[in-house]
């Protein structure tokens, strides 16, 4: 697992990281056909100790990079963007009531949902490996993004 500014980056996961759309997400193969998404530990970071999660329902699609839930910090709200397009299948209900779980362990219990993607071929687009610890160490370093 790489650390960038004690930020960690595991180098298994897919990412979408596009500051520009401010996207700062994660993905991960399940092997059933649907992919877990999360947040970063750099975008965890960037929001703050989050306390709200509103999630959409499951069995909605939703394009790439629109907002599959919105989080809330004392310092902003905002959307999660989506790394692929596709249909919800299952949200995480243990941050309805425990939000900060995203900046506590946000590649594991912090998951946002997981989909079943319609466009497989974005799978192609996400980065991976020292691609994705390049894209977001810039980020980070960019932004004075420090974890921990």
């Known amino acids: 697992m790489a650390v960038v500014n004690g930020c960690n980056i ?50 909605r699609v939703i394009e790439r990079r629109k907002s599959v839930a919105t989080i809330e910090s004392g310092k902003w709200v905002g959307p999660v963007p989506t790394p692929l397009t596709g249909e919800i299948v299952e949200i995480n209900e ?11 362990d946000p590649y594991g219990q912090g998951w946002i949902a997981k989909i079943k993607p319609t466009n497989p071929e974005e799978i192609n687009l996400l980065l991976k490996g020292q691609a994705a610890v390049d894209a977001l160490t810039k980020v980070a370093n960019e932004k004075g993004i420090k974890c921990g």
Do not use: H
């Open 94 to 104: 243990a941050l309805k009531t425990n939000p900060a779980l995203v900046n506590d």
């Open 10 to 59: 595991p180098e298994d996961l897919l990412y979408d990281v596009d500051p520009e759309a401010n996207a700062f997400t994660w993905a991960k193969d399940n092997g059933d056909g649907t992919f877990t998404i999360g947040l970063t530990s750099i975008a965890a970071a960037m929001a703050g100790r989050l306390v709200a999660y509103t999630p959409k329902k499951p069995g």
